[in-house]
C-alpha cells in the first residue's frame, strides 16, 4: 500500500415521490503497492458517492491475508476464509476480495477499481453521527458546527459550471445531505423518474407543487429543522433542473449484461446510470445505504453483512456495465464514516471502529492495487481495538476534486487543512 485506502426494497413507484419526498422532510508501516506514475486525464467526470452508513467492515471486505494470524486470534468466528476453494479473490498476494464481492474483481483486473484500507475522519469520535457530521462537513472539531454547507457544496461554488440546465448536484433520496449542501442547483430527488409527471406540462402551479413538497414540509416544524439543507438556489432555477430531469428516460433498460438487484440501492445505482449516460451537466450524484453497522450477527460468509456485500458488489457491477464507455469520464467513490474494531464481540460482531475502507473505480482511476499506509495489527499498532487511521478521508475528498473536477483551490472545500496526496486519482 502507499501513499503518493439483503436490502429486500424494491423500486420506489413513481406515485410514490410526492408522499415519500414530503415525509422524509505508531508501529512500522508496510507499504503496498505503488501509485503509477500517469499522466492527468483531460476533462471533468460526474462523481458518483456512495456512502455506506454504519461503518463498514474493511477487515471482512478486503482481508489482509498476510495478517491471518492476528485476525484469527481477535476474531475466530468472523475471520473470513480465503483459501483456494473459499470463494474469495486474491487481489495480490496480500489482500483478498470478500466471497460477496466477486463481480467486483473483472475492475479490478482491468486497472478501474482501487482500494484504500485505514482511512478514517482526523476527528477521534466512535459515534456516527459526530463521524457523520464531520466527515460530510470536510472539518474537524469545533468547526463542525460553524462550517458552512458541506465540503461539496463549497466546491462546486468555485468549480465553473458546465451547463446551464439541469442540477450540478444530486441527492437519490428524500433529503439532501450536508456533503452537498449550501451549493449550486443541489437537490434531493427520491424518485427522479417521477419528474416526468412534472418537467413537461403547462400547469406551473402544478410543477411548484412538486418543488414545494420535495423540499417543504408537512409541519412547519419539520420544515424549519431542513432549512439549513434547502436547494441552494432561486425556484426559477430549480424548476429549470426539474424540467432537464424530466426528460430523461429513467425507465431505459439496462445495457446488455447490466443485471441490478431488486434493492433499494440497485434502484439507487441504476436511476445514477441513466443521470450519468445522459451527460446533463450533474459533477456530484450521492448515493447512500444503511444498515452497516454489524454489532451482531455478522457472520464471516453468511450472515448479514455478506448479504450487504452481495448487494453492494452485484450493484456496482451493474452500474460498470451498464455505463459502458461512459466509464472514461466517470468516477465512483465508496466510503463510510468508520471501520470496526478488530476483536470481536460477544455477540458474533464487531463495535465502532477507526481506520476503514474506501474504494474507488472509474477510467481515472489508479487501478488493480490496494493503497494505503498499512499501521498493523498487533496490540501495539491498533487505536484502543481498532485498526488506526493513516489516510484522512479530506486528502480522498480533496485529490478527487482537483483530479476528477478540476477545483483549482481546496481552501474553500477544507479551510484549514493542507491535503496530501493519496494516489487514487489521476
Not at 119 to 137: C, E, K, L
Request: glycine share 14%; proline share 6%; charged share 20%.
Amino acid at each position: 500500500m502507499t501513499t503518493s485506502n439483503s436490502l429486500g426494497h424494491g423500486r420506489p413507484t413513481r406515485r410514490g415521490f410526492c408522499a415519500g419526498a414530503a415525509a422524509a422532510l505508531g508501529a512500522a508501516t508496510a507499504r503496498f503497492g505503488s501509485a503509477m506514475p500517469l499522466a492527468p486525464a483531460a476533462g471533468r467526470d460526474t462523481v458518483v458517492l456512495v456512502y455506506l452508513r454504519g461503518g463498514l467492515d474493511g477487515l471482512s471486505a478486503c482481508v489482509p491475508t498476510f495478517e491471518e494470524g492476528a485476525l484469527q486470534a481477535q476474531r475466530p468466528g468472523l475471520l473470513v476464509p480465503t483459501g483456494s476453494s473459499s470463494g474469495a479473490v486474491d487481489l495480490d498476494g496480500s489482500f483478498a476480495l470478500h466471497p460477496s464481492l466477486v463481480p467486483l474483481e473483472g475492475m479490478y483486473r482491468d486497472g478501474e477499481l482501487a482500494f484504500l484500507h485505514a482511512v478514517g475522519g482526523a476527528d477521534p469520535t466512535r459515534s456516527h453521527f459526530a463521524a457523520r457530521r464531520a466527515i460530510d462537513a470536510g472539518v474537524v472539531g469545533s468547526a463542525v458546527q460553524g462550517a458552512p454547507g458541506g465540503w461539496a457544496g463549497r466546491a462546486l461554488r468555485e468549480i465553473p459550471q458546465l451547463t446551464s440546465r439541469g442540477p450540478r448536484g444530486l441527492a437519490l433520496g428524500s433529503v439532501l445531505p450536508r456533503t452537498l449542501s449550501g451549493g449550486p442547483r443541489v437537490l434531493p430527488v427520491h424518485e427522479p423518474g417521477s419528474f416526468s409527471d412534472y418537467g413537461d406540462t403547462s400547469t406551473s402551479e402544478r410543477r411548484r407543487e412538486a418543488l414545494r413538497m420535495m423540499h417543504g414540509g408537512v409541519s412547519s416544524v419539520l420544515e424549519s429543522a431542513l432549512l439549513p439543507v434547502r436547494i441552494a438556489q432561486s425556484g426559477v432555477t430549480a424548476l429549470g433542473a426539474l424540467d432537464a430531469l424530466g426528460e430523461l428516460d429513467f425507465d431505459r433498460p439496462p445495457a446488455p449484461g447490466a443485471t441490478y438487484p431488486d434493492t433499494l440501492l440497485g434502484a439507487r445505482l441504476r436511476d445514477a446510470a441513466t443521470l450519468t449516460l445522459e451527460n446533463v451537466g450533474l459533477d456530484v450524484i450521492h448515493v447512500e445505504e444503511g444498515d452497516w453497522d454489524d454489532h451482531d450477527d455478522m457472520g464471516p460468509v453468511t450472515g448479514d453483512l455478506a448479504s450487504r456485500l452481495d448487494d453492494l458488489g452485484r450493484s456496482l457491477a451493474a452500474f460498470r456495465q451498464d455505463i459502458g464507455t461512459a466509464i472514461s469520464r466517470t468516477t465512483v467513490l465508496v466510503y463510510s464514516e468508520f471501520g470496526r474494531r478488530v476483536d470481536e464481540n460477544g455477540s458474533r460482531g464487531t463495535d465502532h471502529g477507526r481506520g476503514g475502507l474506501a474504494f474507488a473505480f472509474g477510467g481515472n482511476v489508479n487501478g488493480g492495487q490496494v493503497l494505503g499506509a498499512w499501521p498493523g495489527l498487533g496490540p501495539g499498532a491498533l487505536d484502543d481495538g481498532a485498526v488506526r487511521v493513516t489516510t484522512d478521508f479530506r486528502d480522498v475528498f480533496a485529490e478527487l476534486l482537483q483530479k476528477r473536477l478540476q477545483l483549482q483551490s481546496l481552501g474553500t472545500a477544507f479551510p484549514g487543512h493542507a491535503p496530501v496526496p493519496v494516489g487514487l486519482f489521476r
